[in-house]
């Protein structure tokens, strides 16, 4: 079968490719898949670079998140052949197959389509326990999404939405901000460089922000410690940015608000009926039709590179899935 191989780590994407390699082999208890999708995430980039905290063995397989069909499965598991699933491992789901664990996967809503349900989970996934999980988002509360053009950051925006927040969707790049008010409809956009506290608290009409969801750290992360309202909380995603922030402790004293890390898979892992409910909740949602995962493009698998560079540049606004 065709996969996406990363058999050197490399900053350019010169260790990967694309490869003829041996089918899965379906052991005891996995779930045989054929691919029908997989999108692409920041991790998965980072991972070809080796500057993600999970770091499998070469040679291995790119791709953290698929949809597709059951082809071969436990008589006595959860799935059958031609049952619809999506979810995935840390790796595996640039490929035409994969064997999972049947923990790794859960059936896809009725109504959503392969690239729709292999678009959604991480990103709302994270989203979710970030604002209402770990955040207790409520409705009418102002809500700051950073890097909000990206995977994650415009689930946090539809999701927050969603659920009747007021929210601020700020992007780092300036042509991105027509695409984004259009994706998700937030309550404002926002340009996030230099000083942004001023137009946040003009926004909110001196409230500031309940949650600020930052996916992007660095100087974006030291600008929001001053968008956060007294008891509010700032979210901690990722490292977008490449800078990892530090602070003073006496700013979130003074200031009264918390600082939150989220990290949604190691979540669910920890607190395996939450991460079902969670699950739950998001697919609830969307089969109702409630969230809108917004999709850039749709790339055959043989244009990884050009997905991968893509989201290298900070062109896409919202989700790239590649199709074997
Ligand atoms: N904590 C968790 O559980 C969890 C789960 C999933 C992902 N993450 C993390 O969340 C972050 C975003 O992931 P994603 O899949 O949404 O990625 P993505 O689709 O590439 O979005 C990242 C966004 O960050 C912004 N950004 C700002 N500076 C950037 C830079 N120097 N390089 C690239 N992007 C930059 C860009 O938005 P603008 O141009 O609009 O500013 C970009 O669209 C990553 O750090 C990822 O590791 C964390």
């Not at 953290?64 to 052949?81: H, K, Q, W, Y």
């Amino acid at each position: 079968m065709k996969a996406l191989l990363v058999h050197r780590l490399s900053p350019d994407l010169s260790g990967v490719e694309l490869a003829e390699v041996a089918m899965p082999e379906r052991r005891a208890g996995e779930v045989l898949v054929r691919i029908r999708a997989a999108s692409l995430n920041f991790p998965d980039l980072l991972m070809t670079r080796g500057l993600y905290q999970a770091k499998p063995e070469l040679p291995f397989v790119a791709g953290l998140e698929l949809a597709g069909e059951v082809i071969a499965a436990d008589p006595d598991g959860p799935f059958r052949p031609l049952d619809r699933v999506m979810g995935g491992n840390k790796t595996g789901a640039f490929a035409e197959y994969a064997s999972l664990p049947p923990t790794a996967l859960r059936p896809i809503p009725d109504g959503l389509d392969f690239v729709t349900a292999a678009a959604l989970g991480a990103a709302y996934g994270t989203a979710w326990t970030a604002l209402v999980e770990q955040g207790g988002l409520k409705a009418g509360q102002w809500v700051l999404v950073h890097g909000a053009s990206g995977g994650v950051g415009l689930a946090a925006c539809d999701l927050a939405k969603a659920l009747g927040a007021k929210v601020i969707a700020a992007s780092g790049s300036p042509e991105k901000l027509g695409a984004l008010a259009a994706a998700c409809q937030p309550d404002a956009v926002l340009l996030a460089q230099g000083r942004f506290r001023e137009a946040v608290a003009e926004i909110t009409g001196g409230e500031l922000c309940d949650l600020v969801f930052d996916p992007v750290g660095g100087d974006i992360f030291d600008e929001s410690t001053r968008c956060v309202a007294f008891g509010g909380k700032l979210l901690v995603i990722g490292f977008a940015g490449g800078r990892i922030a530090e602070i003073s402790t006496n700013i979130p004293l003074i200031k009264g608000f918390a600082i939150v890390g989220v990290r949604a898979g190691e979540y669910a892992r920890r607190f395996p009926e939450r991460g079902q409910a969670i699950r739950e909740a998001v697919n609830a949602m969307a089969a109702a039709g409630r969230l809108h995962p917004h999709i850039d493009r749709v790339l055959p698998l043989e244009r990884w590179h050009e997905a991968f560079a893509a989201m290298d540049r900070r062109e896409i606004v919202g989700k790239v899935v590649l199709v074997p």
